[in-house]
């Protein structure tokens, strides 16, 4: 079974420059969610998508940050405009949702690490 | 508001040795607990989940336990290896996951 996959894995932009995430999900995983996890810390939920309706966004920069997930599968995370203190890894996970009756393990890409200069 | 803490931040062991990483959280209304290990540049992967109703749950040389009621878990690490030097990271779920800063471990050969 196919893992979570996540593009690109670097990305490099200097403040001010707009970047965009990608994230496939596991087949069949209803739930997707955006993490930022800045250095030294845990990942911080930024967005829980349930299929392509947003669950839970409250800790998304709403001025700077979107996300989208047009289909209910792939998703896309956008930052614009950078700025210094967004330089982390962005991680997607994806989870079987409400199928899972409670037991909502989740499952982690392998991250973009993001660089503004 | 779920706060989760996690010590020690880091820990150095020699190869061979039992140790325990500890986190605690201070909402015990919790769906479930599960502990992660991050390597350097990667992403996570799922060690152990252990639901609200259960006490521990094992896997291999790993075996990791919940208290609800003191907001407290442990994760144990039997005859640790350096291939075992990672940054372990717990994290409680209820509507939505909240993660510690994990402990970064380095077992020394």
């Known amino acids: 079974e196919a893992g979570v996959a996540q593009s690109p894995r670097y990305k490099i932009i200097e403040k001010r420059q707009s970047v965009a995430f990608w994230c496939n999900p596991i087949s069949g995983h209803a739930t997707l969610y955006w993490y930022q996890q800045i250095l030294g810390q845990g990942p911080k939920l930024l967005i829980q998508f349930q299929n392509n309706?947003?669950?839970?966004?409250?800790?998304?920069?709403?001025?700077?940050?979107?996300?989208?997930?047009?289909?209910?599968?792939?998703?896309?995370?956008?930052?614009?405009?950078?700025?210094?203190?967004?330089?982390?890894?962005?991680?997607?996970?994806?989870s079987l949702g409400a199928l899972a009756g409670g037991y909502n393990e989740q499952f982690f890409g392998p991250g973009t690490r993001l660089t503004v200069l | 508001k779920q706060e989760v803490t996690q010590i020690p931040a880091a820990l150095s062991v020699p190869e061979g040795e039992n140790l325990v990483l500890n986190c605690s959280f201070t909402d015990s209304a919790?769906?479930?607990?599960?502990?992660?290990?991050?390597?350097?540049?990667?992403g996570l992967t799922s060690l152990l989940l252990i639901q609200s109703s259960q006490?521990?749950?094992?896997?291999?040389?790993?075996?990791?336990?919940?208290?609800?009621?003191?907001?407290?878990?442990?994760?144990?690490?039997?005859a640790s290896q350096p291939g075992d030097s990672a940054t372990?990271?717990?994290?409680v779920e209820l509507n939505d996951m909240r993660f510690g800063a994990g402990t970064r471990l380095t077992v020394k050969p």
Request: aromatic share 8%.
């Open chain 2, 55 to 78: 006490r521990e749950q094992t896997s291999g040389r790993l075996n990791a336990s919940l208290d609800k009621s003191s907001g407290r878990s442990t994760l144990y690490i039997a």
């Open chain 1, 53 to 94: 309706g947003v669950v839970d966004d409250s800790q998304l920069p709403k001025d700077r940050f979107s996300a989208e997930r047009l289909k209910g599968v792939d998703s896309t995370l956008k930052i614009q405009p950078a700025k210094l203190e967004d330089s982390a890894v962005y991680l997607c996970a994806s």
């Open chain 2, 30 to 42: 919790i769906y479930n607990l599960q502990w992660f290990r991050q390597d350097p540049g990667k």
């Open chain 2, 88 to 91: 372990y990271l717990c994290a």
